[in-house]
């Protein structure tokens, strides 16, 4: 399990959700291990050993949006509740400890609260997050906790403005510091995809890691096909985008087979948009600024409660659909595909984006990365212009 | 109280009486219901011989059910097996059990043995232990249809009536209650059937929250694409992993002798919609309908059942498996065992049986004439019998799955750690180390396997408490059910406490067999898998098992679970410092 350990905690700091030197995982089979920054370690273990579980990491993230969130929830709160429809189909919601609560020994009420959830924020501490049975999934927990806070951050900021003493400073630290400009340059796409089984196994690879390496997503969150002819090549349910060899299942077009039940729950997504679009690639992945732009709806007075998998209609970020619908077999599968071939990209509410290559990957990748860099762009406009009074004021 | 009724009813067959009595209300906080509720009332019990009349046939439902928590109108049938010796638990789904709570029951607990044939007829208020000397030796279709008036049937065929130690019993809707041989504890009481209808309804403690859970629960499923995918077990039934098994190298072919058969495309999910016009069927209430019936109406196999009849005997016919999986479900007997058992039968002689030897092997295993009554016994007892002990492919004499063991480490080590023998569903470990559910893992290696097949063994014991369906786990989590726990019986339950009783349910079935007399030697399997490679193909080589590292990790499991070298209790008193 060490070589795990070493593994993840590369990961963390490969897509800098977590500080270096802060990041410490424990983990048990007969005996219980821990590794890491000594305090986190030790607090990881003391944690763990209370838990019918394999796995834990304890890590300070890189960015203070969680402990932001914590100090700027009302008295009594104990809990946050992610925006984004991913992250609050998985965890439901992410329970919290303020520093006043931790006392000299937080293990036992970090256990407590990871009895029931898959992570917890930890002010001054960092995120804490459980991996039932494996090291991995302690990972992609604490992957999907940092998203959720970041998206949730993003959004009350655009609709609350700065709270706190050193919120402005910080967050203008994360833009100008953290944030890295997002381009498809440098990268290589075959022009024109073959049928041929090798190329496109190599290729879906190749893409998968380029969408984790230029900071697009997290490692666990996207899916990727190519069709080619009777087949669909699409990446596996639970696949890590930078890790796909190995994890890409050829499905018949026609379900002749059922090796794929194994394949991405996007699988009738997929299928759909390629029977209603004649595209030849898919790529869909969950970057932050477009999930939190989905969810930015100015209508007012609507009707609708449930808007991510209940609102019928089509809104538009920069040229690209915003469509509603649950993942899986829900309604994602029904309103993306509509949608997507004009414009070649849609955004599912809360979820992520959706792009096509007629020919091949780099289309699609170019898109996604237009598609996010607008989202972050119109984001920050929008910030600056609901800040605008404020600076006046000042 | 809400989600328990707090009774249960006890029928002694011997005297003929029947009783209604409470249940502790810690027992049922301590055990939930199901599989752990069964188990405790064992404790009495658990030394007696499963042909005693004294040994009860347990009964027992959970919390959840009667109410909408998806997949949970099921109950677990519990004693001690005729065919292992060991504590025996199986869940069940359908009506039946959702009738029990609805007649205000908890657990029916069944002792003693008629002088006569009898059936048990259960209402709100009575139960009466009537004559069924004309249902003696009719099968389950006769049978039910002439009790279904006075509510929903469960009832055992010949094969549990002449002790078949892998009879089922079976319900009126197509469920069983397998593997183990209940069905001959029953028949061994006299006990023909039991038909219950019940009017109450079980109470919810916190609505909203129960609705809010179960909608988690719901979006879980349609997230998993084992469930709802499109080529998942909602569209194909179980049979959807024939191609991926067959495709992973790891379909047990002729008595586990390879794990490749080139021709299991003819019962492969499409193939058994395509040929026999499966429509969706499904438990009670179930929002999965993962069972498939003919358009004839007929249940059809489930992938167990296909590949045991079909790559484990070298039999390729779609039509042949489906009569023999119908013939099994009228005789009441356990397909998996069944198919398993000629299996090692046909590699002992040197041949497979063929689709109609079969057929004739089945009738006279259920009425235990000519080679039936050898067979009757199960593998394990034929293999020895006919001086070929190592074919019998079992562990603790439980006939193994269609899963190779050779082909995900983690099934190996889950299938002698099993306390009913040599069983999937404790730990499930195909969940990720095929499936990949929740996380996939390496099915290749041993490494950190020991500590997953124990929480997944707690985790399931849990389960089967309360009592949900394991598929529902290819989605949803014990954090929705514990909620959905919650919401229903006003009683806070997350997943590590629910972990907690699965562990408490765990070594209590541990302990009972230590007592029995199990221990390390049985926890073994067959040493085919050990000196012989399966099937390459495709880029994948499945070696045998290493031995070593087997071990290893056994004894790694071992000092996880707390338990001595040999796989025993070093505290003989362990029973009694549990609830």
């Known amino acids: 399990m060490r070589d795990q350990i070493e593994k993840y905690s590369g990961k963390l700091l490969a897509d800098r959700s977590a500080l270096p030197g802060r990041i410490a995982f424990a983990a048990q089979d007969d005996v219980l291990i821990s590794d890491g920054a000594p305090d986190l370690a030790e607090l990881a273990g003391a944690t763990l050993s209370r838990l019918n579980a394999l796995a834990l990491v304890a890590a300070r993230p890189s960015l203070p949006f969680a402990d932001f969130l914590i100090a700027r929830s009302p008295k009594g709160e104990n809990c946050i509740l992610p925006q984004d429809t991913e992250t609050r189909t998985f965890l439901h919601d992410i329970p919290f400890l303020r520093k006043g609560e931790l006392g000299d020994d937080p293990a036992p009420k970090i256990a407590v609260l990871l009895g029931n959830r898959k992570g917890v924020i930890v002010e001054g501490v960092g995120i804490v997050t ?27 900021v655009l609709a609350e403005g ?44 190749a893409v998968g890691r380029y969408t984790v390496e230029r900071g697009l997503v997290d490692s666990f969150f996207g899916n990727i096909s190519a069709c080619a002819g009777d087949l669909i090549y699409i990446s596996q349910t639970a696949a890590s985008l930078d890790e796909l060899k190995g994890c890409i299942d050829p499905v018949p077009t026609d379900n002749s087979s059922t090796t794929g039940i194994t394949a991405s729950s996007e699988l009738l997504a997929h299928r759909k948009i390629f029977e209603q679009t004649g595209a030849r690639v898919i790529l869909h992945g969950h970057p932050k600024f477009s999930v939190v732009m989905s969810m930015l709806c100015e209508a007012r007075d609507c009707p609708i409660k449930d808007c991510w998998k209940d609102c019928p209609h089509v809104r538009e970020i920069g040229g690209t659909p915003v469509v509603a ?17 004009a414009s070649g990209s849609a955004i599912v509410y809360g979820h992520g984006v959706f792009t096509l290559g007629r020919m091949g990957f780099g289309e699609a990748f170019a898109a996604l990365v237009e598609v996010e860099n607008f989202c972050r762009e119109e984001y920050f406009r929008r910030l600056e212009a609901c800040m605008l009074p404020d600076e006046h004021k000042a | 109280m809400h989600g328990w009724t707090g009774k249960i009813l006890h029928v002694n067959l011997t005297d003929g009486s029947c009783r209604r009595e409470e249940i502790p209300t810690e027992l049922l906080h301590a055990y939930l219901g199901g599989r752990g509720l069964g188990v405790r009332l064992m404790r009495d019990f658990f030394r007696l011989d499963p042909f005693d009349p004294e040994i009860p046939l347990i009964f027992a439902v959970g919390p959840l059910c009667g109410t909408t928590s998806p997949t949970s109108a099921r109950l677990a049938c519990v004693t001690r097996s005729p065919l292992t010796g060991t504590i025996y638990d199986c869940s069940a789904g359908g009506r039946f059990a959702w009738r029990i709570k609805a007649a205000g029951l908890d657990a029916i607990s069944i002792t003693g043995k008629s002088a006569q044939p009898v059936f048990l007829a259960i209402d709100d208020t009575r139960a009466e232990i009537l004559p069924a000397g004309a249902l003696w030796g009719k099968g389950i279709k006769e049978t039910v249809a002439s009790l279904k008036e006075r509510g929903s049937v469960t009832a055992i065929g010949p094969a549990g009536e002449n002790g078949v130690l892998f009879a089922n019993i079976m319900m009126g809707e197509g469920n069983s209650i397998g593997r183990g041989g209940l069905g001959a504890v029953m028949g061994a009481k006299g006990l023909k059937a039991i038909t219950v209808q019940g009017s109450g309804v079980t109470g919810v403690a916190d609505r909203e929250r129960f609705d809010a859970a179960r909608a988690d629960v719901m979006r879980l499923f349609r997230a998993s694409p084992v469930i709802f995918g499109e080529l998942g077990i909602a569209e194909y039934g179980t049979p959807a992993l024939v191609d991926l098994m067959a495709q992973r190298r790891m379909a047990p072919t002729e008595n586990f002798r390879s794990t490749f058969f080139a021709e299991s495309g003819n019962y492969s999910g499409p193939s058994i919609r395509r040929e026999c016009g499966a429509r969706k069927e499904g438990c009670y209430g179930c929002p999965i309908q993962c069972k498939k019936s003919s358009d004839k109406g007929e249940p059809l196999p489930e992938y167990e059942t296909v590949n045991h009849f079909g790559a484990l005997n070298g039999n390729s016919d779609l039509h042949a498996i489906v009569r023999a999986n119908t013939l099994c479900n009228e005789l009441g007997m356990d397909t998996i065992s069944a198919a398993a058992t000629l299996s090692a039968f046909g590699e002992a002689r040197g041949r497979f049986p ?18 039936g009554e050898l067979l009757a016994l199960g593998s394990r007892r034929v293999a020895q019998e006919l001086g070929k002990p190592e074919l019998s492919m079992s562990v603790k004499s439980l006939e193994l799955p269609a899963y190779d063991p050779r082909g995900a480490y983690g099934m190996a080590l889950a299938y002698v750690t099993s306390n009913r023998g040599g069983c999937h569903l404790r730990a499930y470990p195909i969940s990720h180390e095929i499936l990949r559910k929740p996380v996939p893992t390496d099915r290749f290696s041993f490494s950190g396997k020991a500590r997953i097949i124990k929480i997944a063994e707690d985790v399931n014991a849990a389960v089967d408490s309360l009592v949900a369906c394991k598929f529902a786990f290819f989605g949803a989590t ?14 806070e339950y997350g997943p590590e406490s629910l972990k907690a009783i699965g562990e408490r349910i765990y070594l209590t079935e541990r302990f009972y067999n230590c007592e029995n007399g199990f221990d390390r030697a049985d926890d073994a399997l067959p040493e085919r898998f050990f000196s012989e490679a399966g099937s390459a193909g495709e880029g994948i080589d499945v070696p045998p098992l290493d031995r070593v590292r087997f071990e290893e990790e056994l004894q790694k499991y071992y000092r996880i679970r707390g338990l001595t070298t040999d796989g025993t209790f070093t505290d003989p008193s362990f029973l009694e410092v549990l609830p």
């Open chain 2, 354 to 371: 063929d689709p109609a030897e079969v057929a004739s092997l089945l009738w006279e295993i259920a009425s235990r004439r000519g080679e």
């Open chain 1, 130 to 156: 459980l991996g039932a049975i494996t090291v991995e999934q302690a990972f992609i927990n604490y992957s999907s906790v940092f998203h959720s806070t970041f998206v949730k951050y993003l959004q009350d």
């Open chain 1, 325 to 341: 619908g649950e993942i899986g077999a829900g309604g994602l599968a029904k309103r993306v595909p509509p949608v997507i071939g």
């Open chain 1, 162 to 205: 700065f709270l706190l003493p050193g919120e402005r400073e910080a967050f203008q630290a994360f833009r100008d510091q953290w944030l890295r400009p997002l381009s498809a340059s440098g990268l290589v796409f075959r022009d024109k995809l073959s049928q041929e089984k090798d190329e496109i196994l190599s290729e879906i690879e």
């Open chain 2, 478 to 491: 014990l954090e929705e059910y514990g909620e959905l726990l919650s919401a229903v019986t006003g009683v």
